[in-house]
């Protein structure tokens, strides 16, 4: 698991030693535990698309070969009895609905994303005031250049005004450098805390994706296994031997486009769950500081 779980659990339990108590420290620590199961998970369903395959491969191999739209020769019907007894050697590699469901992987996701938006509302909300101060202090600057121009008119005589007024300027000067700098920074920390929120958003949609794929697939196993003892338990009955093969046939396209489908989301998954981990691994190490809130 080590090999497509990144970043790793000892950098993140590392960085979880580190970091502040809080509640997004609790929900992260537990999304980083049910990352890993649903990795584990993933990686087990990986090996079921493989075994899948391999059960299947004797039967539609035959299936390329043999003439199911005329009479099967005692040779060929001896040919597809020899597949069915090696696909009953098999138990279903998929494991039945209910059993590996990722309800509460789903309510983690579902309470991270939450504490993420409202991280997200504050940090947008900084930037607006940061944005809101540094117009008025270039307002300010705007002012007080004018009052300046205006008491240099009015009483030339008077250098005090602008010996008052350069404080004053020097300070509001300051202001907006300083805020753009802290609203580029927010900035990027919205960015990242609402990538992290997207990325438990998509995997989310993932699991239950998988969900249904894997019930899917079980319950074609399973007929498929029902199809494949029914033509056992009638010995190499030329009618029912051809049957069993023709409705094999029927659910083959079905099947290996489910088996596609399927190894395609566990793929998006690992990735997913990698992306998110990296960016809540990065959202600890903002929030180590004594600063941060």
């Given at each position: 698991m080590a090999q497509v779980l990144h970043p790793d659990g000892d950098s993140v339990a590392e960085a979880l030693r580190h970091a502040k108590p809080s509640t997004l420290t609790r929900l992260v620590s537990a999304y980083f535990t049910h990352?890993?199961?649903?990795?584990?998970?993933c990686l087990l369903l990986h090996r079921s698309v493989h075994r899948?395959?391999?059960?299947?491969?004797?039967?539609?191999r035959l299936l390329q070969v043999l003439p199911?739209?005329?009479?099967?020769?005692?040779?060929?019907?001896?040919?597809?009895?020899?597949?069915?007894?090696?696909?009953?050697?098999?138990?279903?590699?998929?494991?039945?609905?209910?059993?590996?469901?990722?309800?509460?992987?789903?309510?983690?996701?579902?309470?991270?994303?939450h504490k993420l938006n409202q991280r997200l509302h504050k940090s947008r909300s900084r930037i607006r005031l940061a944005r809101r101060a540094t117009l008025a202090s270039a307002l300010c600057v705007v002012g007080s250049t004018v009052a300046i121009?205006?008491?240099?008119?009015?009483?030339?005589?008077?250098?005090?005004?602008?010996?008052?007024?350069?404080?004053?300027?020097?300070?509001a000067a300051?202001?907006?450098?300083?805020?753009?700098?802290?609203?580029r920074k927010e900035a990027a920390h919205v960015?990242?805390?609402?990538?992290?929120?997207?990325?438990?958003?998509?995997?989310?949609?993932?699991?239950?994706?998988?969900?249904?794929?894997?019930?899917?697939?079980?319950?074609?196993?399973?007929?498929?296994?029902?199809?494949i003892r029914l033509g056992l338990e009638r010995g190499k009955e030329v009618y029912t031997v051809t049957e069993v093969m023709k409705q094999v046939q029927r659910n083959q396209v079905y099947l290996m486009h489910q088996l596609g489908d399927l190894e395609e989301h566990i793929c998006l998954c690992f990735n997913a769950v990698n992306r998110a981990?990296?960016?809540?691994?990065?959202?600890?190490?903002?929030?180590?500081t004594p600063s941060s809130s």
């Amino acid at each position: 698991m080590a090999q497509v779980l990144h970043p790793d659990g000892d950098s993140v339990a590392e960085a979880l030693r580190h970091a502040k108590p809080s509640t997004l420290t609790r929900l992260v620590s537990a999304y980083f535990t049910h990352s890993e199961e649903t990795t584990r998970l993933c990686l087990l369903l990986h090996r079921s698309v493989h075994r899948a395959r391999a059960m299947y491969h004797p039967l539609h191999r035959l299936l390329q070969v043999l003439p199911l739209n005329h009479h099967l020769s005692g040779s060929q019907c001896d040919a597809a009895f020899d597949a069915f007894l090696h696909f009953d050697k098999f138990h279903n590699p998929f494991p039945p609905p209910g059993s590996h469901n990722f309800q509460e992987m789903r309510q983690c996701f579902s309470q991270l994303r939450h504490k993420l938006n409202q991280r997200l509302h504050k940090s947008r909300s900084r930037i607006r005031l940061a944005r809101r101060a540094t117009l008025a202090s270039a307002l300010c600057v705007v002012g007080s250049t004018v009052a300046i121009a205006a008491s240099a008119v009015v009483i030339a005589t008077h250098a005090l005004a602008a010996i008052v007024a350069c404080p004053f300027c020097t300070t509001a000067a300051y202001l907006p450098a300083n805020n753009n700098f802290l609203t580029r920074k927010e900035a990027a920390h919205v960015k990242q805390l609402d990538a992290a929120a997207r990325g438990a958003y998509v995997l989310n949609n993932d699991l239950d994706t998988i969900d249904r794929l894997v019930a899917r697939l079980y319950d074609a196993v399973e007929s498929d296994r029902y199809l494949i003892r029914l033509g056992l338990e009638r010995g190499k009955e030329v009618y029912t031997v051809t049957e069993v093969m023709k409705q094999v046939q029927r659910n083959q396209v079905y099947l290996m486009h489910q088996l596609g489908d399927l190894e395609e989301h566990i793929c998006l998954c690992f990735n997913a769950v990698n992306r998110a981990r990296s960016l809540l691994l990065q959202e600890i190490h903002l929030y180590q500081t004594p600063s941060s809130s």
